[in-house]
């Protein structure tokens, strides 16, 4: 419009050029010489303004959740006549004005060699019946990972994929950062977690500070979560991936020991180096551990009768040397299907497996 009247130096004329009434063409114009040309529309009075101040309030009251539809019936009463497509604008509007203050800011986290190790749990594949289940480790500053396939998510299973996972890196780094479980947390009091009495003796054991995230907030223990993401994409048979199915847990176990070693091994486009080359650096930083696991992690506690070397153990009996007679000993199941394993450990002179 401008550009036709400037060509033209008509006002008719360049309404005809521009499609519109040469009234129009003049008001522009007269603002462009007054320097107030905008490229917004002006804004006009709306039915919805009188009512903006209770839809803020209502905005507040519900954390930005409450619905258009809901907001309209409630103007309606109020007296508000407007239409309901109006209100849907207006709520909207003032949903984000409401978020842009309330946006989590993401800041990089510069970590530290030897500060923190991050775990998660992922969904496993199906082997003869049961689900597996995927316990995923990430050290933060060299970026090393450890994926171990579980049976189950007890705290004997945990607390033994834990050691297994100190022990390939080589130490215990000050903290470690998890979900809030039950073998983690047992509670939440004023918003403060109760830690698991096992979970302390554990960390006691092994001279580390474990710390959880915020309840529902994925995104400060993004390195597990990735892990987790990248270990099922990988290791659980999808059509995306054409993975035949599992046929026992001993495969399953190969097959994540092979995929820690291939990421390990990989540059990372952060760091541009390979993870268990970082790895032989952190390890300086990182705390001695215990010659002998935590008991935890042997399973649970059972005694082995006076008289008969035989312990009971999920309905089942089996039997230990007849050294160990009156002793206490520990047992749990590692394993699915033809495959599983009962492991029965006396931390003492003797240590027996059983199959």
């Not at 998510?153 to 479980?181: C, H, Q, W």
Request: proline residues 5%.
């Amino acid at each position: 419009m401008l550009e036709a009247f400037d060509l033209t130096g008509s006002l008719r004329d360049a309404g005809e050029l521009a499609g519109c009434s040469h009234h129009t063409v003049g008001r522009y114009v007269a603002a462009r010489d007054a320097g107030g040309v905008c490229d917004r529309a002006v804004s006009r009075p709306k039915l919805i303004d009188e009512f903006l101040p209770k839809l803020e309030e209502w905005m507040e009251r519900s954390a930005g959740k409450i619905r258009a539809d809901k907001v309209h019936e409630r103007l309606v009463v109020l007296g508000y006549s407007g239409s309901e497509r109006t209100t849907r604008r207006a709520v909207a509007q003032v949903r984000a004005a409401f978020k842009s203050g309330r946006v989590r800011v993401h800041r990089p986290w510069v970590t530290e060699p030897g500060m923190w190790l991050q775990y998660d749990f992922g969904d496993g594949p199906v082997i003869d019946g049961v689900k597996a289940v995927l316990f995923c480790a990430w050290l933060a500053w060299s970026r090393f990972r450890v994926v171990l396939a579980l049976r189950d998510k007890t705290m004997p299973s945990v607390f033994a994929a834990l050691d297994v996972t100190l022990r390939r890196i080589g130490g215990a780094p000050t903290y470690v950062l998890t979900d809030n479980e039950k073998t983690v947390t047992v509670e939440h009091v004023a918003g403060i977690a109760v830690r698991n009495p096992q979970m302390l003796a554990f960390a006691r054991h092994y001279g580390v500070t474990v710390h959880t995230c915020e309840p529902a907030d994925p995104a400060s223990k993004g390195g597990s979560e990735s892990t987790v993401k990248l270990a099922k994409a990988d290791l659980v048979p999808k059509d995306t991936n054409l993975l035949p199915a599992y046929t026992s847990f001993a495969e399953l176990e190969a097959a994540c020991a092979a995929f820690c070693t291939q990421v390990n091994a990989r540059v990372h486009r952060v760091t541009r180096r390979a993870p268990r080359d970082m790895l032989a650096e952190e390890q300086a930083r990182l705390h001695r551990l215990p010659v002998a696991a935590h008991t935890v992690a042997f399973g649970v506690t059972r005694a082995v009768a006076a008289k008969t070397p035989m312990v009971a153990f999920e309905g089942g009996q089996y039997s230990v040397p007849h050294t160990l007679l009156g002793a206490r000993v520990w047992v749990r199941s590692h394993g699915v299907g033809d495959g599983e394993q009962v492991i029965i450990v006396h931390v003492g002179d003797a240590e027996l497996s059983l199959s």
